[in-house]
Structure formats: structure tokens, C-alpha cells
């Protein structure tokens, strides 16, 4: 279905290719996962097989790819739209209409088809991806995993033969992404859909995959084979893997129930052993820095947020979690007066944001919003920087130097837009933390980011807590939540349902349970890294 024959992508400017020498076929009917570090080129590799790549973003393509026998180079995108479906990391950018129901008919429209055609198919696609109840909502009142669906659900009307998908479940609830994932395959295997999706969030889709393809990045050729083949020796894996990997386990185990099998001995050694050591939540008599008294927000006729009580104390991470729409960044953009109470109130450092002057409220609390190029307007680096210390009232080279901290060899001259997802949440976290806030709000951090760029940022986040900064997450990553969170408080329908230490609401849920936890369930431990401290011990 798609071919790809010597293929390589060179960036005007660039030093060396992004991609070079890829040889390979996906068959129809395939689930085709790329995986990689940021930065590998699995978004240019997307890119190519609907002429993307070079037509839009430039560059030069050597070799040659082909779909379903058109060649990419002379066929441009529009040429190709009958025939192969995009879906970006940025919902929003591939939006043209403003309510659900009429995106997911623009596609069908483009296409010509008979409205009868699309009347049905726009049902069955509310049906196939929970988009029922939304079917009438303006498209800038949803949360970002309802705009992921949508804009899924606005590709599949037109029934492409190929899908390809970046980061499709970033914005994703795991309950919603397991749904996502599931309608896929049953797309690849009852309707021979081809899927070509990238994904650095591997412990949701491996179980998925037919196929991987393995960018080592530099350029370097492509790694292509099984599930288990990639999964031995790739430098990218996902928790379960990374625990197999420990423990010894061949072959190694790609599912929960493969390592639930392969764990009786590593359960039996790891009850000999005390538990994991955490904090405990909010630190003795810490001050409360964040505060909700039965808030109630509303966009028109939907309530976000129900008569929500909550705090939050210097010295804490507390994780919001739950479904996608659930009201988790309605509750942060309260707290940074982006959103005005319906009822009730809300209050940073005792007083309310709303009447907050801007440079006064950039030295209390800080947002990190899903997307962190929405903060970016200037042409470098260095120009971000410097505005962002006029902005706080900070000396010169201040936001510069925080950056140095958080994001080592940056070029101060590079275009914003020209940096890897990590870089970019790195240069935000700088221009926010110049003012000094103690309150750090961040609304999914690790959207985009690959294994070894998390743990840069737990490492981070753990610093700067253990600052006295307060630190709160808006997330679906469960095992983000399970590597740097204190506590963990659950939305539901914008009411809280859960509130309380990270590790118990971990254990205690299906739906938020890393996957260490749920190999080793009952036992307490959350991550790898907890296992191999516990392990060395023992030895």
C-alpha cells in the first residue's frame, strides 16, 4: 500500500538529512506504529506519504514513496486527499468549520459525495468515537482529547485506504485512548485500513502495533520488524518492557498479562522488602498557596466546573486527572484568571487573580499551557528571553540563564518554532519561572515528549518543588503522575471524586494505574525505577 524506495528528507539549511536510506513496505490492512526520540524525523516520515513533505514544508525528498501507486512527488496533497488521511499533533490547525457535526462533514463535502453518504457516515462516526453528546458544540469550547477525537472522526468520513496519525492519543484520557486505539484495529482488520501513527506514549499502543519502524534519528537507517524484535533492542520502551528488561524476562513481555505471568517470582522477592519511600502529600504546616471555594464555571449553558472545594500548599505536586472535558484546565485557568467564577471563588496567594494586574499575577502563579508554542511570538530564542525579563521586571540575562538550567546548549539565535517539543516546554518553563512564582500550573507537560525528555522533566519538577515551589499537573500521563506526584485529585463531570496520595489513588484504579503497578498489583511500587532501588537492596 505504501512504498518507500530510498527515501530521505533534507531541511533547507540543514547540516544532514532528517531522514536518509529508508527501504521498506506497508502492506494494507497493516497497523504500522514509528516510534523514536524527539527530534528522530517520525513527523517528516508522516509527512512524505501524503506530499506533505516536500510540497508544504520545503526541503528536499530523495528517493521515491508511492501510495497505493501515486508518486507523493508529483501528486500533491489535495491530489491525494481521497486517498490518505491526516490527522497532525495539532487538532486545531486542521480545523475549517465551527461546530462538530459540520467538520466532520467538511471532509465528504470536499469530496463531493451524495448527502444522503454523508449524512450516514457523520452518524457512524459519533457512534464509533463517543461524539454523540458533542455533536452540536462549538469546536473552541472543547478539551484538547475532544478536539482529538474530532479531528479523527472528521478524516474517517471520508473512508481513506490509509490513515496516518500523529501523537494520536497525547490529549487522550486512557480510557478514551484505549477506545481510539481499539476502533483503529477493528478499522486495519474489518475494513483493511492501513495505519501509519506515530507515538511516544508506547505503553498505549504497542499491544496495537503489527509492525514498528524504529528511527534511531540522525539520519541513521530505519529499524523495521515485529513488536518483539524492536522492543529487544530499542533504546525506546515502554514501563513494562523497561521492567522485563530488569527482571531478566525472555522473551520480554509487550502486554500487562504477558508480565503479570512473567512477575510471580519478582511479586514473591519485592514482599520481602520494605515499601517504596514517598512524600506523604502536603508538607507540616506549609502555606497554602492555591485555593478553590465551591467554584462553579460555565461556558454558556455547560458546566465546566461544579462547586469544587481545593487547595493547594507550597512544597506539593498534586496531579488533576480524569476524563477528557472533565474540567481539569478549566480549573487551571481560574486559577490564573483566565476564566471568571460563575459562583463560588478562587484565590492565589489569598487574593483573586481576576483582579490581579498582569505584573503582579506573573509573580504569584504560573500556566504552562497544552500547546507551548502559544507563548512563543518572537523570532529567537534569545528575544524570548529578553522580553521575559522586561515582562517580569528582572534583571538582564535572567530568563537566559534559567534556561541554560532547564535546557543545556540551546542556540539563542534558533526560531522557537525550529525547536523539538521538549525544548520548546523548556524555553516556556524559563520565560514563566523568570517572575519567580511560587505556584507552577501545567496543563499535559508531556504532549510530545519522549521517555528520556520525562524524565528530564520529573527531575526537573522535583527540584523545583523541593524550591517550596507548589506544582500542579492537569494530565492523562499516568506515569508521569506515578514518578513525580504527591497527590492525586480526580474530576468527574467537574466535581472532585477523588482526593488523595498519589500511590493509594494509583493502586486503586484501573483507569489511572501505571504499569508497573498493574504488573505487580497488589504491591505499592509504582515505577521501574522504585523496583531497581528495591532490588539493589536485596542484593
Given at each position: 500500500m505504501i512504498s518507500f524506495d530510498g527515501v530521505g528528507v533534507t531541511y533547507h539549511g540543514a547540516t544532514h538529512p532528517t531522514i536518509s536510506g529508508i527501504d521498506l513496505e506497508v502492506e494494507e490492512a497493516e497497523l504500522c506504529l514509528v516510534i523514536g526520540r524527539t527530534g528522530s524525523g517520525k513527523s517528516t516520515l508522516l509527512r512524505t506519504v501524503n506530499g506533505l513533505v516536500p510540497h508544504f514544508t520545503g526541503g528536499t525528498l530523495h528517493g521515491r514513496v508511492t501510495v497505493a501507486g501515486r508518486d507523493t512527488a508529483t501528486h500533491p496533497p489535495r491530489e491525494l486527499a481521497d486517498l490518505v488521511g491526516v490527522v497532525g499533533q495539532d487538532p486545531r490547525a486542521g480545523f475549517v468549520t465551527d461546530l462538530v457535526e459540520e467538520e466532520l462533514a467538511y471532509g465528504m463535502e470536499s469530496l463531493g459525495l451524495d448527502p444522503m453518504v454523508m449524512r450516514r457516515r457523520v452518524e457512524e462516526t459519533l457512534d464509533l468515537l463517543g461524539l454523540v453528546e458533542l455533536r452540536n458544540r462549538p469546536l473552541d469550547t472543547l478539551s484538547g482529547g475532544e478536539r482529538q477525537r474530532v479531528a479523527i472522526g472528521a478524516v474517517l468520513t471520508t473512508h481513506p485506504a490509509v490513515l496516518v496519525l500523529d501523537e494520536p492519543t497525547s490529549a487522550l484520557d486512557p480510557p478514551a485512548a484505549e477506545e481510539v486505539l481499539a476502533t483503529l484495529q477493528r478499522l486495519v482488520h474489518d475494513l483493511g485500513l492501513t495505519v501509519l501513527l506515530a507515538e511516544h506514549r508506547l505503553e498505549r499502543v504497542v499491544p496495537f502495533a503489527d509492525r514498528i519502524l524504529h528511527l534511531p534519528g540522525d539520519?541513521?537507517?530505519?529499524?523495521?520488524?515485529?513488536?518483539?524484535?524492536?522492543?529487544?533492542?530499542?533504546?525506546?520502551?515502554?514501563?513494562?518492557?523497561?521492567?522485563?528488561?530488569?527482571?531478566?524476562?525472555?522473551?520480554?513481555?509487550?502486554?500487562?498479562?504477558?508480565?503479570?505471568?512473567?512477575?510471580?517470582?519478582?511479586?514473591?522477592?519485592?514482599?520481602?522488602?520494605?515499601?517504596?519511600?514517598?512524600?506523604?502529600?502536603?508538607?507540616?504546616?506549609?502555606?497554602?498557596?492555591?485555593?478553590?471555594?465551591?467554584?462553579?464555571?460555565?461556558?454558556?449553558?455547560?458546566?465546566?466546573?461544579?462547586?469544587?472545594?481545593?487547595?493547594?500548599?507550597?512544597?506539593?505536586?498534586?496531579?488533576?486527572?480524569?476524563?477528557?472535558?472533565?474540567?481539569?484546565?478549566?480549573?487551571?485557568?481560574?486559577?490564573?484568571?483566565?476564566?471568571?467564577?460563575?459562583?463560588?471563588?478562587?484565590?492565589?496567594?489569598?487574593?483573586?487573580?481576576?483582579?490581579?494586574?498582569?505584573?503582579?499575577?506573573?509573580?504569584?502563579?504560573?500556566?504552562?499551557?497544552?500547546?507551548?508554542?502559544?507563548?512563543?511570538?518572537?523570532?529567537?530564542?534569545?528575544?524570548?528571553?529578553?522580553?521575559?525579563?522586561?515582562?517580569?521586571?528582572?534583571?538582564?540575562?535572567?530568563?537566559?540563564?534559567?534556561?541554560?538550567?532547564?535546557?543545556?546548549?540551546?542556540?539563542?539565535?534558533?526560531?522557537?518554532?525550529?525547536?523539538?517539543?521538549?525544548?520548546?516546554?523548556?524555553?516556556?518553563?524559563?520565560?514563566?519561572?523568570?517572575?519567580?512564582?511560587?505556584?507552577?500550573?501545567?496543563?499535559?507537560?508531556?504532549?510530545?515528549?519522549?521517555?528520556?525528555?520525562?524524565?528530564?522533566?520529573?527531575?526537573l519538577l522535583r527540584d523545583l518543588v523541593g524550591e517550596g515551589r507548589a506544582i500542579v499537573l492537569a494530565t492523562h500521563d499516568v506515569e508521569l503522575v506515578a514518578a513525580v506526584a504527591d497527590r492525586t485529585v480526580v474530576l468527574a463531570d467537574g466535581e472532585v471524586v477523588v482526593d488523595g496520595p498519589a500511590d493509594e489513588v494509583a493502586v486503586s484504579s484501573p483507569a489511572f494505574a501505571p504499569q508497573v503497578a498493574k504488573v505487580l498489583s497488589p504491591l505499592p511500587w509504582l515505577t521501574v525505577d522504585e523496583v531497581h532501588r528495591s532490588l539493589e537492596v536485596a542484593s
Open positions: 539520519g541513521a537507517a530505519v529499524e523495521s520488524g515485529s513488536p518483539g524484535e524492536i522492543m529487544a533492542t530499542s533504546p525506546v520502551v515502554p514501563p513494562v518492557v523497561e521492567l522485563g528488561r530488569l527482571a531478566g524476562w525472555s522473551p520480554l513481555p509487550l502486554t500487562i498479562r504477558e508480565a503479570r505471568r512473567c512477575a510471580r517470582d519478582l511479586r514473591e522477592q519485592l514482599r520481602t522488602q520494605p515499601s517504596p519511600t514517598r512524600s506523604s502529600g502536603t508538607p507540616a504546616a506549609a502555606s497554602e498557596v492555591l485555593r478553590a471555594a465551591q467554584l462553579t464555571v460555565a461556558y454558556g449553558d455547560t458546566l465546566a466546573l461544579r462547586h469544587v472545594d481545593l487547595s493547594v500548599h507550597l512544597g506539593e505536586v498534586v496531579a488533576l486527572m480524569g476524563r477528557n472535558g472533565a474540567g481539569k484546565s478549566s480549573l487551571l485557568q481560574a486559577w490564573t484568571g483566565l476564566l471568571t467564577p460563575t459562583a463560588g471563588l478562587v484565590t492565589v496567594a489569598g487574593r483573586d487573580p481576576g483582579s490581579l494586574p498582569p505584573a503582579e499575577l506573573v509573580r504569584e502563579v504560573a500556566l504552562v499551557p497544552q500547546e507551548p508554542a502559544e507563548l512563543l511570538y518572537a523570532d529567537t530564542v534569545a528575544a524570548e528571553c529578553a522580553s521575559a525579563d522586561v515582562d517580569a521586571g528582572c534583571e538582564p540575562g535572567s530568563c537566559a540563564t534559567l534556561l541554560a538550567r532547564l535546557v543545556p546548549g540551546l542556540d539563542p539565535e534558533q526560531h522557537p518554532r525550529d525547536l523539538s517539543e521538549g525544548q520548546r516546554l523548556g524555553l516556556v518553563l524559563a520565560i514563566q519561572l523568570t517572575a519567580d512564582p511560587p505556584a507552577l500550573l501545567l496543563d499535559e507537560p508531556t504532549r510530545g515528549l519522549d521517555y528520556d525528555a520525562k524524565r528530564t522533566l520529573v527531575g
